[in-house]
């Protein structure tokens, strides 16, 4: 899954993609790199970036999401979004999974709106509220935390009528750097091997603080953690740089 932001205030490419010529173009040499999935996301979701409405996040999508379409019909589009309006206007675009960081949080008529769509969700952990998004909560044992939440709300979706669903464990979000090197060591034992499990450990601040190096710099430190993460059992991997994930990838293949 190559990570296609739209947003002028993302962490490491902010303001790189924000418009339908630089967006086309980076999403052309994201699947050529080898994304099967591009993820399009019009909200940055990093600690202190400007909230947006789901008007201000449509108005920001545009025409892109059909403009990838028609150009690079062959790629899968997920929307990253946690509102129930941007969902119902990325399905009429042609949006094929629902990438909602919230797990239905944020917007009460998400999971609604996911099982009318029928399309497969994408449920992450992640704290209570959107101001509450960051904040590092203190788990006695994250991965049992986590695998809590997952059959909590993987039960609410299935009661609704959404049948495919993907989990992701939230890198990134409200998690200690020991947290999240905990559940690096432990991905085989998060989810219920029922649902496939996506990992976005791409350049977030838990490998690149702790080393001193800035996010563009830790690529050979987040590739050993990918093919640790694949070795466990992980199906999808949420990336920026998906050339280098890609020679990841087929590696791990070759090994298998």
């Known amino acids: 899954m190559g990570i296609l932001n739209l947003t002028p205030d993302s962490f490491s490419d902010g303001g790189k993609f924000n418009n339908e010529k630089s967006a086309l173009k980076h999403a052309g040499k994201l699947l050529q790199d080898g994304a099967e999935i591009l993820d399009v ?3 940055s979701t990093r600690p202190n970036a400007e909230f947006l409405s789901a008007e201000e996040e449509i108005n920001r999508i545009g025409n892109i999401i059909s403009l990838i379409k028609k150009e690079f019909p062959q790629a899968l589009i997920s929307l990253d979004t946690f509102y129930a309006e941007t ?3 990325g399905f009429n675009e042609g949006i094929d999974l629902i990438n909602d960081i919230s797990g239905g949080q944020y917007d009460a008529e998400m999971f609604e709106t996911a099982a009318h769509t029928k399309l497969p969700y994408i449920l992450m952990h992640v704290n209570p509220s959107y101001k509450t998004m960051h904040d590092k909560t203190g788990f006695e044992d994250i991965t049992l935390e986590v695998n809590r939440y997952f059959s909590r709300k993987a039960k ?5 009528g959404v049948n495919d669903i993907i989990l992701d464990p939230g890198f990134g979000f409200g998690k200690t750097v020991e947290d999240q ?5 432990e991905v085989d034992y998060l989810g219920f091997e029922r649902f496939p499990l996506l990992i976005g450990i791409s350049r977030k601040s838990f490998i690149y603080k702790p080393l001193g190096k800035l996010p563009l710099d830790i690529n050979e430190e987040t590739q050993k953690l990918h093919m640790k993460v694949l070795e466990q059992g992980a199906k999808i991997l949420r990336v920026h740089d998906v050339a280098e994930t890609k020679e990841t990838l087929t590696e791990f293949l070759r090994k298998k």
């Open 181 to 185: 090197m905990k559940m690096i060591h």
């Open 156 to 160: 609410e979706l299935l009661e609704k």
């Open 87 to 89: 969902v119902k206007f």
């Open 41 to 43: 996301g019009p909200q």
